[in-house]
């Protein structure tokens, strides 16, 4: 099966925004025949099923979890012979529904060399009336409990997803999101799959441009919403999983981590 990889930038931009977006990388042919797979709906598998039991070799979402930039981000950021956790079909009615609080799909969650990644799929166009995902950049490494965020109403800096059919997002486990109301005369369709890492997750990219100064710019961001102080642990928590993701123990930025685990090791 061939696979296109993502590169260095692209993950530690995952790292630092908790998400990454692949518009429109999905064949129309694929997206012509979600809605009817959608509609009539995808068996359910028991939580720790490997993927290529899950599901069946020719079957709607092996073809769609096999297009090369899904089936190569995929391979990416979990490796080889994820599990799958579950998977949802979300279908929003025209005209109706309510915004889902802010939330997390995890209870808090201490892993800092672990993840696992949430794939949401979208068949059709999403436009702005449409409502979308939302999804605050920059939240996945705050330690909150599920729905604890519901209470916020909004963030500065967060996204309301719009994008063309066949787009796909894949999420960290531990963003803040929610899927907003539909106020268009169409249906929405999102197909989520939640991925488990059975692998270490080191280096599972092309790190051809690993020295590349745009890594450390990226994981370096600071999204609006964060605080003058408390943000800095935001990209403190980056650097202990980029640590992990990459086995290099020395990177750091503003030699913040290096500061905090300086164990002195000379006798006086």
């Known amino acids: ?26 064949p129309d042919e694929l997206n012509d025949q979600a809605i009817d797979v959608l509609e009539a709906g995808i068996p359910a598998v028991p939580y720790g099923t490997p993927l290529k039991e899950a599901f069946p070799e020719g079957s709607f979402t092996r073809r769609l979890i096999e297009v090369p930039e899904v089936a190569g981000a995929l ?28 939330h997390a799909d995890a209870i808090i969650d201490t892993r800092m060399d672990a993840f696992d990644v949430q794939l949401m799929y979208y068949p059709r166009e999403v436009t702005e009336d449409m409502g979308g995902t939302l999804v605050v950049p920059g939240s996945h490494l705050r330690r909150t409990n599920e729905s604890d965020t519901g209470r916020y109403q ?85 650097v202990r ?15 913040w981590t290096t500061r905090v685990s300086n164990r002195p090791g000379r006798v006086a």
Request: aromatic letters at 10%; charged letters at 20%.
């Open 154 to 238: 909004n963030l500065r800096g967060q996204t309301r997803l719009t994008c063309p059919a066949g787009t796909v997002m894949l999420l960290h486990h531990g963003i803040w999101h929610g899927g907003r109301r539909n106020d268009s005369d169409q249906r929405r369709y999102m197909f989520k799959i939640r991925f488990n890492p059975t692998v270490p997750q080191v280096r599972l990219w092309d790190t051809s441009d690993l020295g590349d100064p745009a890594v450390a710019a990226e994981l370096n961001r600071r999204f609006p919403w964060y605080e003058q102080a408390t943000g800095r642990l935001e990209i403190y928590n980056r």
């Open 75 to 102: 391979r990416s950021l979990v490796g080889t012979g994820p599990t799958v956790d579950h998977h949802a079909v979300h279908v929003r009615e025209p005209r109706g529904g309510e915004a889902q609080p802010l």
């Open 241 to 255: 999983l980029w640590r992990a993701m990459t086995a290099d123990p020395s990177f750091d930025i503003h030699y």
């Open 1 to 26: 099966m061939r696979t296109t990889l993502l590169t260095s930038v692209q993950v530690a931009r995952f790292v630092a925004a908790g998400y990454l977006r692949l518009d429109g990388i999905v």
